[in-house]
């Protein structure tokens, strides 16, 4: 799922919380999400985003939603688009997860291998840790009035649901018996990439962090420039993966199930 197909919901949630729950009119509720009273009539009455408003409802969001809503409540003033698209992947994360801890074990079984099982038993906990992590983060941070140390503890949520979406991918892909096609750009533009990044380490950061008026700006400058290192090492990863082979010739899995038949 992605955010854009969510958030209407997510405002028809909001709507009827600050009006039903909070006590809020027509016109604060649209004040604080930024639409219009009569689009807040339309959610009110379901006849806006009806059908993603009950999958919310069916996967346990609404918890989510009235936390996030008690919380604009706290502090007042308008929800920004950026904490509507938080609150989306924090949503998408829980439904994601729900179908995923709802799905029957038989495809595992069907595996016959001890590794396999213990190896998605290790994802699902990473998962819901990862999942719990991101929640926890996100409600921290729409508690702090400080839009620096909001941005940090945003960017920390953000990573765990990043890693919840690599411990799905990753859960996915051994249920299925560990098959998976890789389809590589060309290795000339990954060597291209790869050399423009190794050119941003040396432009302009150090200069920007030592003009810096305070520690907590530095610290966000920081995190751009690890991410540009971990950036770098992905492309140095691929462009020496590109070298070897575009396909993988050996599957573990499969080599596993072949030696259980004999």
Request: net charge positive; charged share 35%; glycine share 4%.
């Amino acid at each position: 799922m992605k955010p854009e197909e969510v958030i209407p919901g997510l405002r028809a949630l909001i709507v009827k919380d600050l009006v039903e729950r909070h006590g809020f009119s027509k016109k604060e509720a649209a004040e604080i999400l930024g639409i219009t009273p009569p689009a807040v009539t339309l959610y009110l009455q379901g006849k806006r985003a009806g059908s993603v408003v009950k999958l919310l409802r069916r996967r346990g969001v609404l918890k989510l939603v009235r936390e996030f809503t008690d919380h604009v409540v706290e502090r007042g003033g308008k929800i920004s688009m950026p904490a509507l698209y938080d609150l989306a992947f924090s949503a998408i994360t829980l439904i994601e997860r729900k179908k995923i801890m709802g799905r029957e074990e038989e495809s595992v079984i069907d595996l016959r291998r001890d590794e396999a099982q213990r190896l998605l038993q290790l994802l699902r906990e990473r998962f819901e840790i990862e999942q719990k992590s991101a929640e926890q983060f996100m409600r921290i941070a729409s508690r702090l009035r400080n839009q620096a140390m909001r941005m940090l503890i945003r960017m920390i949520a953000r990573d765990c649901i990043k890693h919840a979406d690599i411990m799905m991918l990753l859960m996915s892909i051994v249920e299925s018996g560990g098959e998976m096609k890789i389809d590589l750009p060309d290795i000339k533009l990954l060597d291209k990439l790869l050399s423009e990044e190794k050119s941003f380490h040396i432009c302009g950061l150090d200069e920007i962090k030592r003009l810096l008026p305070h520690k907590l700006l530095i610290l966000l400058v920081d995190c751009i420039a690890d991410d540009e290192k971990k950036h770098e090492r992905i492309l140095k990863n691929l462009v020496n993966y590109a070298r070897v082979s575009e396909e993988s010739p050996y599957n573990p899995f499969k080599a596993l199930e072949a030696a259980g038949r004999r």
